[in-house]
């Protein structure tokens, strides 16, 4: 059938329901989507079910591609899609999501995972690390005591800049200007001893 034997309904159904989806987009028309819904939605899922089977499954994916429709009016092109091909492409891709979500999780459930157990860490990495744990608590040692006490409540006790200000009672830029001053005096003494 030649495009100028169409019945001049058909011409005006689907210009009607791009004009819908446009009325979705920018007025968020209820009645609009409503019409949209009640037209689209039996036919989305009767679509659905012919290739997803499980209706309880299908009526979820259905819900998803209505909502995505009221979500996403605004994506559609009259110039590139009727109405009817939008819809039935956003079903497409709910329905392929939906099968993509649901094939990696059954993956997942049904792998056995092997519980691995913890790697013992070599003896004399764990003498190296106490020996660094010794140098930076002699480099510590040597710090103004301002400085020091900063670094403990910044790196061991876990408090911010602004809250260690608030505890010392000190400016915040007095913190931050300690906390690099300690840190280039600990690079310093630390690099010496490497």
Do not use: C
């Amino acid at each position: 059938m030649r495009q100028q034997d169409k019945p001049p309904s058909a011409e005006l159904e689907r210009d009607e329901y791009s004009s819908l989806l446009v009325r979705v987009a920018v007025d968020r028309d209820r009645s609009a989507y409503r019409t949209l819904f009640n037209h689209f939605g039996p036919r989305v899922r009767a679509w659905l079910i012919g290739r997803m089977g499980q209706p309880a499954i299908v009526d979820d994916v259905v819900q998803d591609v209505m909502l995505t429709i009221w979500r996403k009016a605004g994506t559609f092109d009259a110039s590139r899609a009727t109405a009817s091909s939008w819809i039935f492409t956003v079903a497409r891709n709910r329905m392929v999501d939906h099968h993509r979500k649901t094939t990696t999780k059954i993956r997942y459930e049904t792998e056995s995972i092997k519980e691995i157990p913890p790697e013992i860490e070599p003896a004399d990495e764990l003498m190296m690390r106490s020996e660094d744990v010794k140098r930076v608590s002699e480099a510590l040692q040597g710090l103004p005591d301002g400085q020091a006490q900063i670094l403990e409540l910044s790196y061991r006790g876990g408090f911010s800049h602004q809250e260690i200000a608030s505890k010392l009672n000190l400016p915040l830029g007095t913190i931050k200007s300690r906390i690099r001053l300690a840190m280039q005096k600990l690079k310093l003494r630390l690099g010496e001893q490497l």
